[in-house]
């Protein structure tokens, strides 16, 4: 694990996740991307993204706090997340 992962590094980790999490037909649409959201565009389920959290943790460890980022964002906020809000808080958290 790099401390100094790229926000494109970190793309294609969060890439693999969501696949992991969500099943091959993400990528059927159109490709994962820093402003594909989470739920317009993948329309994860709730359950999904309680998996993919897991998942940042699992990879991140301690230094992302995954639910206090996302206990900080009311409903609108959480409901308009794009994948790239969550790459950039990883890179954040990194340095």
């Known amino acids: 694990m790099n401390t100094q992962e790229s926000e494109q590094e ?13 099943g091959d037909e993400l990528l059927l649409d159109e490709p994962i991307g820093m402003e594909t959201s989470f739920n317009e565009d993948l329309e994860l389920e709730s359950i999904e993204f309680v998996q993919l959290a897991e ?5 991140y460890g301690g230094s992302v706090d995954f639910a206090g980022w996302i206990s900080g964002k009311d409903l609108d906020e959480i409901i308009g997340l794009k994948v ?3 790459v950039r808080f990883i890179a954040s958290c990194r340095t």
């Not at 970190?10 to 969500?22: G, K, P």
């Not at 998942?55 to 990879?59: A, F, G, K, P, W």
């Open 10 to 22: 970190i793309l294609e980790v969060i890439r693999q996740m969501l696949v992991d999490v969500a």
């Open 55 to 59: 998942q940042v943790q699992m990879r």
């Open 84 to 86: 790239g809000d969550l």
